[in-house]
């Protein structure tokens, strides 16, 4: 491959004389143990191991246009400007939060005086609006950029499909715990000297960074700058340092993610999960009052005639937390989850519904049967309205078995009880009316 250009810009168009130029103070420990190859990036061995993808378009000489979609503190700066090195391009870089339509406009020229060796690499690209990011598209398909967006929001939501149909996506997980753990022992390598942590405390930091491995360093840093003593146990360092708030937005992806767990938990029945999963909505800060509509809609969906119950003690619960406030009224909403996990399944009375209202929109406007419907009036009785009607509660077992069907409309099989819960006995009823009808 090519040499790499080294004429690099950073987020605000400085070139890369100027962001090397000697700065003001001391720089942060997370840019001194920045990687300086893709052999040294940390935690995404999906894409840069051996068999990684990214490994294979470099041996192919062949880089698409790619958008990296990960969670903060992954690496997706550091692997788009190694990717630039590695495959011989110039790295330009802008930001969605700091760039408009001139600085947009500005890349393009450069890149196209460069003739195909640019990479543009644009941080947060989901900020870009539609018309914006339609603007890439002329030059990605022509060749004049090599386009490669980080995005912490999920593309198929986050981006047009026009701009996602030219380029691949990427995911880039959080770093697990052998990946930060080797950030630690990079930086006390870097520091000649140990973290001043006991085992447990240690741990203790790596939970905290919550899989970011840019706030791992910055904790690290904090904790180098203290003078040598005795090492930190875990009440100490939980009063030193504060654990990264746990990533969470109520009106994008991860709301539908937890939102998701939590109600296939309680489906799968298990109620450590589903509790677990309302904990992590609440403490993310969601709405209990949305919970709460979930929990109502579970109970219909997903118990339903299983247990009879659920669909009471859902608006009660609702009603309680109404009525009680945060947070004494959350432990209603939280016996609520652990009712419907543990509660038997079914969604016969769901699955009824929809088959009754696909047959509602296929027959039309087809009349009830002459004999069950009123006659209030002699014209109407004339014409056999109520006419043969059998009053169930004189047949025998209170059932007369007729035809409740219109005329013309074969009769149809909509509710299928399972064998769980209150549904059994359902069942039980329904296939003694079932023999009972044939034989009347």
């Known amino acids: 491959m090519a040499e790499p250009r080294h004429l690099e810009s950073d987020l605000f168009g400085a070139t890369a004389e100027a962001v090397r130029a000697p700065r ?37 000489s062949s880089l698409p246009s790619l ?63 539609r018309a914006q990011q339609d603007g890439f598209l002329p030059f990605v398909e022509d060749g004049t950029i090599t386009l490669v967006g980080a995005t912490t929001e999920n593309p198929s939501f986050a981006l047009n499909g026009a701009l996602l149909s030219r380029c691949q996506v990427l995911v880039l997980t959080r770093l697990d715990e052998a990946a930060l753990e080797g950030l630690l022992t990079r930086a ?17 930091l790596c939970a905290m960074a919550d899989g970011d491995g840019r706030y ?28 990264r708030a746990a990533l969470y937005d109520k ?29 992590r909505m609440l403490t993310g800060g969601e709405d209990p009052r949305y919970i709460a509509r979930r929990l109502l809609r579970f109970a219909a969906e997903d118990v339903g005639a299983a247990d009879p119950r659920a669909l009471p003690l ?12 945060s947070p004494e009224g959350e432990l209603a909403l939280a016996q609520l989850v652990l009712h419907l996990a543990t509660a038997p399944k079914s969604n016969a009375v769901y699955k009824a519904f929809g088959a009754a209202m ?6 039309g406007s087809l009349m009830p ?42 009769r149809q099989s909509f509710y299928t009880p399972t064998d769980r819960g209150a549904e059994a006995a359902i069942g039980e009823r329904m296939a003694r009316w079932n023999a009972a009808r044939r034989k009347r």
């Open 67 to 129: 958008i990296l979609w990960g969670p903060p503190g992954v690496g997706k700066t550091t692997i788009a400007r190694l990717l630039a090195e590695a495959a011989g391009l110039h790295f330009h870089a802008i930001s969605a939060v700091f760039s408009g339509v001139a600085d947009l406009k500005k890349a393009f020229e450069e890149a196209g005086r460069r003739r195909g060796r640019t990479l543009l690499f644009v941080d947060e690209v989901h900020r870009f609006n």
């Open 358 to 363: 696909r047959a509602a929109k296929e027959t």
């Open 314 to 325: 859902a608006i009660a619960a609702w009603e309680s937390y109404e009525r009680l406030g």
């Open 188 to 204: 006390e390598a870097l520091e000649a000297r140990p973290l001043p942590l006991t085992p447990e405390a240690r741990a203790a």
């Open 216 to 243: 791992l360093l910055n904790l690290a840093e904090q904790l180098l700058a203290i003078p040598p003593g005795a090492a930190l146990d875990l009440a100490a360092l939980q009063s030193l340092l504060a654990r």
């Open 251 to 279: 009106d994008r992806e991860e709301h539908f993610n937890l939102i998701s767990a939590l109600h296939k938990s309680m489906r799968g029945s298990d109620p450590d999960a589903a509790l677990y999963w309302f904990a």
């Open 369 to 410: 049967p002459a004999h069950i419907l009123n006659a209030p009036t002699k014209l109407m009785k004339e014409l056999g309205y109520g006419g043969g009607y059998q009053y169930d509660h004189d047949a025998e077992d209170a059932f007369s078995g007729q035809n409740y069907f219109p005329d013309g409309m074969a």
């Open 24 to 60: 003001a103070g001391p720089r942060p420990l997370a840019d001194r143990l920045r990687p300086a190859n893709l052999d040294e990036v940390v935690g995404q061995e999906a894409l840069l191991g051996p068999a990684g993808a990214l490994r294979a378009m470099l041996a192919r």
